[in-house]
């Protein structure tokens, strides 16, 4: 059986790949797959953490992220399409329309 | 009849009238002004008389009332309660009596002025006071009293407070009064801290027993002469003294009342008061008796010089005030109180009659434009040449009998010395030089003023500027009546203390002690010589003054060229107050302003303050730069700040 730490370790990388492909990247499609980077890296720790403990909570957790995420998705997707829209383009530091 | 003599009704009727003047006399016309003002310390008065006539009546001697509770803490209280004793009783009447009288003369002195009913106003307060102070059957409350007329004179002082001179003399006269007040709390500390007490009949219980202190100074000693401190500062004896001539910016009424009469004997009374304290006390006894004898002659001699005509009466105060001090210092307090009482008469009937002088010659109080005024306001001239026989000690008048009494008790007493007595006939004949030169330059010669026939309608065209005064004027009814009533107590005034009658009424408060005993022994022809050459001292004055002022005018420029520096230092009051002001003011000033101001004040706490807020904003600035609306930079800090709490927790289980 493969011990948890190593799934540790993986979601720990996959995360930490998540949070900086997120902070360097001004692409708001690459951002968008970073945050999903990053949700898949705590799902992985999640069902890890549920089959070693064998409790079901974790992978009760892991369904209700994937729904957020997908619906996110949705959302998240029409958003971009309708900023490309009307500003033609998709780097992050060019909509900041907001800033004071 | 005799359950309660209702003492309180005393001091609380002027507070009555001070609280309606003072609230709605704005509002108010002159008359209603006047009447509020004068009936509440005529009640007082009548009252005060009235009390007088129950008290041989009196069940118990001294009457003590107690009116509310005060202070209660632990096993020391102090409560409004009065005290009247036989020394009490005379204040009293003293000061409702002389009070009332210059109330009613102040009506027609201030009747022009425009804060008419400020004035009587802070007279009643004064009088509340005052009753207080003399009333008090503790020293708390005395010193409540103390402090109040206090107040009230620096009101009064400064009651033309947009006149600059007028505003500093108060600031003056209350400051160098904290001086003499910071002794007398400290005395009143040590009463509580060794008798536990500050009532007068427990303290006094407690001291009586005591053995007097004849070897070295101990306790009682240093009370008696922190008392004396803030006896000098209150009654104006050296070295504290210099604010009473300053106080002569108030106006004249106030000065006759406050700074002659009443308020600056009140150190007088405390020590007298206090004597069961310094009868104990030898060496205390004789700091005051060589601090009257000093002050005596020490303004006598400046008074000389004099010309402002309320200066020279302000100078004979302070001496006069030293005479009662040397009285009460010789273990003569009866005498010292004696002299009190005749001085109110004869130095409130000069302030007064100096006052309705200012007032006929339009506001100048320089003598040298004065002169001749005789045949314009005889009964000024009246009322004054009896008052100036009372305080330079002819015979029958006041003020010889209690300043010849004074001497001979500085002569005879146990305490006393023939050096007290001696510079106290030297003072006596100055003060009858300086009494009779202002009153020959006042009154005989030829009128010095703005001359009616020699400007003709040139001063009259200026009338208005000058009160539209023209020619000298004899001053109204309303202030000439007080004139005389004092001139007629002035008079016979010194005939309570014929055959030591005054002294017998004070016994039961003073003892027959020391000073009854000196009478028996010593010879009567000694006291007849002694009492020959008062009496001829003050003649010499007299003669001396008249033929100076009067029939030789010449001679005194001379004379004062002749002493040359002398004179200048006397003409500038030995420079007493140039000394203080390089002693102590600048010192203190500069002291303040480069340590306190711009050492302590900006450098240390500015300075604190400052630096906080400019660290905050330099933190700030550097801290705002975080919050850039950058997403990406959020999320790195959120990144860094979870990748710190993750290490935090990591190390806490390594460290486990």
Redo the contacts between chains.
Sequence with gaps: MVPLSYYLVLSGFLFACG?TG???KRNIITIFMSIELMLNGVNLSFVAFAAHWHALAGQVFVFFVMVVAAAEAAVGLAIIIAVYRTRETLN?DQV?L??? | MTSSLNLWLIPVLPLAGAAINGFFGKKSSRTAVSTIGLVFPGAAFLWALLVAFRFSSLPQIPYQEYVAHWIRSGSFTADFSLYLDQLSLVMLLVVTGVGFLIHVYSVGYMWDDPSYYRFFSYLNLFMFFMLTLVLANNYLLMFIGWEGVGLASYLLIGFWFTKDSAASAGKKAFIVNRIGDFGFLIGLFLLIQHFGSLNFTQVFDQVRPLAPETTGAGLLSAIGILLMVGACGKSAQIPLYVWLPDAMEGPTPVSALIHAATMVTAGVYMVARSHVIFERAPQALMVVAVIGTLTALFAATIGVAQTDIKKVLAYSTVSQLGYMFMACGVGAFSAGIFHLMTHAFFKGLLFLAAGSVIHAVGGEQDMRKMGGLRSYIPWTFLTMGIATLAIAGIPPLAGFWSKDEILWQAFSSEHGSWVFWLIGVITAFITSFYMFRLLFMTFFGDYHGAQVDEHGHAHAAHGHDDHGHGEPHESPMVMLVPLMILALLSVVGGLVGVGNRFEHFLAPVFGHGATEAAGETASHFTEYLLMGISVAVAFLGLIVAYVLYVSKPYLPQKIADALGSFYDAVLNKYYVDELYAKLFVKPLIDGSTSILWQGVDRKVIDDTVNNAADGARHVSEEVRQMQSGNLRSYAGWIAAGSALVIAYMIWLGVGR
């Design positions: 949070v997120f902070l360097i992050v900041n907001l800033k004071l």
